[in-house]
């Protein structure tokens, strides 16, 4: 099962930008799913930004036109850049991969956004 590690993660303010990394610890080039998902206190984890089968990119209403996914194949890394930071953004953001009928969870990057 491949492993995948977070990092990126901060105190910002409000309008600013971060980009989250997640590192896996082999090949992404084959997936069904791959793509970030965050959990704030109290709530339920929710997807932020998904790419399904290389073809279809979803993102939560509430990040569109802000954050932007992305993978380069060739370091076996996803990434998430967030810009326009708003409090309500504030969360673990936790990295996600199905491949075949494996699933993987990264531990997760807090990301804090101060209005």
């Known amino acids: 099962q491949v492993q995948l590690v977070e990092s990126g993660g901060g105190l910002v303010q409000a309008g600013e930008s971060l980009r989250l990394s997640c590192a896996a610890s082999?090949?992404?080039?084959?997936?069904?799913?791959v793509g970030w998902y965050r959990q704030s206190p109290g709530n339920q984890r929710e997807p932020v930004a998904v790419i399904v089968r290389r073809a279809t990119t979803t993102y939560a209403d509430s990040v569109k036109g802000r954050f932007t996914i992305s993978i380069d194949y060739g370091k076996n890394t996803v990434y998430l850049q967030m810009n326009s930071l708003k409090a309500e953004d504030t969360a673990v953001y936790y990295c996600?991969?199905?491949?075949?009928?494996?699933?993987?969870w990264g531990r997760g990057t807090q990301v804090t956004v101060s209005s």
């Open positions: 996600y991969l199905l491949r075949g009928r494996a699933t993987s």
């Open positions: 082999g090949s992404i080039i084959m997936f069904e799913a």
